[in-house]
């Protein structure tokens, strides 16, 4: 069941939308998806249907008050998981992960907005990661890496200095034309080990601002003792086993800033440490017994509505980072607690602090952006 509420929480009176129900084994194949339009047009439920040896993926459209606007199926190959949903004001993009038998693949879809019509369905290569996606008002412009050779992947003499990661950035159209995809070169001579582009936006020139985070690969302790124990087994991966990955953390160490041409050369690229707390002028000596040593996930929540700061997520605070100064500052102060960015919407971010005590409850707190 879909059920709309305020910002309070309280439940409006709406029509509700039930769900359809999945039979047999179809909600194995992906997990159901909501995502809200832009500008509170309505929003977009993506579910499984049919079987595993049929699977089937539903997109509906709804409209503010949950009434079905339009439907499409897609059929799958396999296994599928919906990574990401996005829209511009004409079109709606999702980007699928496919589980082939010895590989992954992204695929991305694109749909007309007002009527559902299908205008892309495009598969990329095999094993392809994707960064990141970002609806740009050429399209879409995909970010990753690729295993391979392809058309749009890094050349080989960057290969010589970069290990075996090939930075690609792919744009891609509404109805799937390729306007350009490119193999990213790294244009520093040190170049971050690990780091994940996590997202772009437009530039007056026509180019891009991308923003990523670089990381460092920690071994996950938890996950470590517990296969001792024998509560899980180092393996390749599969039902019943822990993968190889899960005994890694991927730790935030701090960010990347970038800009990309329209010919796929970076430019203009920074990087600088992000701490887990910069104390504010105001702010009141707080206990250390919260703070952890280091972060464990990755702290990029968005652009300002001008496109002039990044917000950041620590455990301990929210920071603002300045593309033009390559400057960081502290959007709140430190306490002993733990915030989570809610929105980031016009000029202002919404912060929900919690504590570990359950019996504290939550605090809201909106901060105001230059």
Known sequence: MLLLTDSLGRTLQQPRHYLPKMGGDAKKLALPRLFGLPGGRGFVFTYPAGKSARPILQIQALSPALSVLWQQQCMLTGITAVEQIAASDTHLWLVLKEYLALAMRPRILSFRLATGEVECNQALAPNDELDATTVVPAGLLVLGTSDRRTSY????????????????????????????????????????????????????????????????????????ALSMLGVGVVAAGGFGVVPLGGYINEQPVGLVSAQLSTTGQLAAVHEIAVPEAMQAPDSKAVSNAFSQDFPNSFRFRGFSSNYHDVVLNTRRQVLAYSIATQQLRPLTSVRN????????????VAISWSTKSAETGSEFEQVALP
């Open 337 to 348: 607690a733990t915030p989570t960015v809610l929105y980031i919407e016009a000029d202002r």
């Open 153 to 224: 992947v890094a050349p080989v003499e960057q290969l010589k200095t970069s290990g075996n990661r090939r930075d690609f950035a792919l744009l891609l159209g509404p109805t799937g034309k390729r306007n350009f995809g490119v193999g990213l070169g790294w244009p520093l001579s040190g170049r971050p080990a690990h780091y994940r582009w996590q997202s772009a936006c437009p530039l007056p020139d026509g180019g891009y601002q991308l923003i990523g985070e670089t990381y460092r690969n920690a071994p996950n302790t938890e996950a470590i």
